[in-house]
């Protein structure tokens, strides 16, 4: 995720996945719809386990409760190192297979019963920082590159660069 612009503090992602015993974890972001065929987008049940993943969908499924937000994958995973070592051992030896997360490994994972976990990228608490953690923009195309430096300029910007206590560096 070298061209996403967020704030996280991995250890909660990391202590959320070993408490529910996942084999892979998934940081997770709502999006609208129409921009969700950028991602791979993720269906969940009500416990947050992931049931779908479908990987830069021409049609988003849209999140249950709102039809005008997909469930984005925001590309950041937590794979315990034997589920990790399994699947990249399967994943090498299929010689139909493109070698990517998204369109490979991770359907791969939940057809054979991995336990796949999404995290809800708003409930990673931030220092010093008031109300939800809301902020992630992917900048690869132009126009989001454009509009997440717009973001920066507001006079009250959405993402924090001054926040004292979560320094960027």
Same mark, same amino acid.
């Not at 925001?74 to 010689?95: T, V």
């Not at 359907?107 to 809301?134: H, M, R, V």
């Given at each position: 995720? $070298?061209?996403? %612009?967020?704030?996280? #503090?991995?250890?909660?992602?990391?202590?959320? !996945?070993?408490?529910?015993? &996942?084999?892979? /974890?998934?940081?997770?972001?709502?999006?609208?719809?129409?921009?969700?065929?950028?991602?791979?987008?993720?269906?969940?049940?009500?416990?947050?386990?992931?049931?779908?993943?479908?990987?830069?969908?021409?049609?988003?499924?849209?999140?249950?409760?709102?039809?005008?937000?997909?469930?984005?994958?925001? $590309?950041?995973? %937590?794979?315990?190192? #034997?589920?990790?070592?399994?699947?990249?051992? !399967?994943?090498?030896?299929? &010689?139909?297979? /493109?070698?990517?997360?998204?369109?490979?490994?991770?359907?791969?994972?939940?057809?054979?019963?991995?336990?796949?976990?999404?995290?809800?990228?708003?409930?990673?608490?931030?220092?010093?920082?008031?109300?939800?953690?809301?902020?992630?923009?992917?900048?690869?195309?132009?126009?989001?590159?454009?509009?997440?430096?717009?973001?920066?300029?507001?006079?009250?910007?959405?993402?924090?660069?001054?926040?004292?206590?979560?320094?960027?560096?």
């Amino acid at each position: 995720s $070298g061209d996403h %612009i967020y704030k996280m #503090d991995i250890s909660h992602m990391i202590q959320y !996945h070993m408490e529910l015993g &996942a084999d892979v /974890s998934i940081a997770a972001y709502p999006t609208p719809v129409q921009d969700a065929t950028r991602f791979g987008v993720l269906q969940v049940d009500n416990n947050y386990q992931i049931t779908e993943f479908q990987e830069k969908p021409d049609n988003p499924n849209p999140m249950p409760d709102n039809p005008n937000m997909a469930l984005a994958s925001m $590309g950041n995973y %937590i794979f315990n190192a #034997d589920a990790l070592s399994e699947l990249l051992q !399967h994943d090498a030896a299929d &010689a139909e297979s /493109s070698h990517d997360f998204g369109k490979d490994v991770l359907p791969y994972a939940l057809q054979e019963g991995y336990k796949l976990q999404a995290y809800d990228f708003a409930q990673n608490p931030i220092p010093g920082q008031s109300g939800p953690n809301t902020y992630w923009r992917d900048v690869g195309t132009l126009d989001s590159y454009w509009e997440a430096s717009m973001d920066l300029v507001a006079a009250q910007p959405e993402f924090d660069i001054y926040n004292n206590d979560w320094p960027l560096r």
